[in-house]
């Protein structure tokens, strides 16, 4: 058995970009996605642990990150496309991957392994204890918060909203 977990950004340049997929091994497949409804919270998520260096509760943050909307919505930018990505994969592949939601995970953890575990044929393995736990604070609501209004403001200025949807330099 194993097991990988990959994003969409690795999966496509370094699988698909050389005309590889994971079926290339000629492996039993079953995949599990693990998919974020909340793409804006997402993006904050992002924004803290990449400038924090701070991936999971089990480490520390090497730096204080800073709140940059430009940064955030680079990241809600990405998360979309990434989900959009995936979609369009599975469907180009006739592929219906065991989905289940972060949210969900979050909020009922041993109903969603549970879930999982049925769909794996294991409903008789016990449910572990969970490794990690949820990070979003008091600052993630924040950073929403201000990105939201960081948002509204832009729209009322119609020019300012196209520096939205250039890349992030």
């Known amino acids: 058995v194993l097991c990988l977990k990959v994003m969409w950004g690795d999966y496509a340049r370094v699988l698909l970009a050389r005309g590889l997929d994971l079926g290339h091994w000629g492996a039993p497949i079953t995949w599990l996605r693990i998919r974020r409804l909340d793409h804006l919270r997402q993006a ?4 803290r642990a990449i400038q924090s260096d701070q991936w999971t509760t ?9 709140f940059n909307p430009q940064l955030i919505n680079h990241y809600l930018n990405m998360a979309k496309a990434w989900d959009a990505s995936w979609d369009d994969y ?9 989905t289940i939601h972060y949210e969900d995970l979050s909020a009922a953890y041993e109903a969603t392994i549970r879930a ?10 016990a449910v572990p204890t969970a490794q990690l736990s949820r990070q979003a604070d008091a600052i993630n609501d924040d950073w929403l918060q201000r ?19 250039q890349p992030l330099r």
Not at 44 to 47: D, G, I, R
Not at 58 to 66: D, G, I, K, N, Y
Not at 90 to 97: A, M, S, T, V
Not at 149 to 165: G, K, R
Request: negative net charge; aromatic residues 10%; charged residues 15%.
């Open 116 to 125: 999982v575990f049925d769909h794996l044929g294991l409903a008789d393995h």
């Open 58 to 66: 089990a480490s520390s943050a090497r730096s204080a990150p800073l």
């Open 90 to 98: 599975f469907n180009e592949l006739g592929i219906q991957p065991c």
């Open 44 to 47: 904050v998520s992002w924004s």
């Open 147 to 165: 990105f939201q209004n960081w948002q509204a403001s832009l729209a009322q200025t119609p020019e300012a909203s196209d520096d939205m949807t």
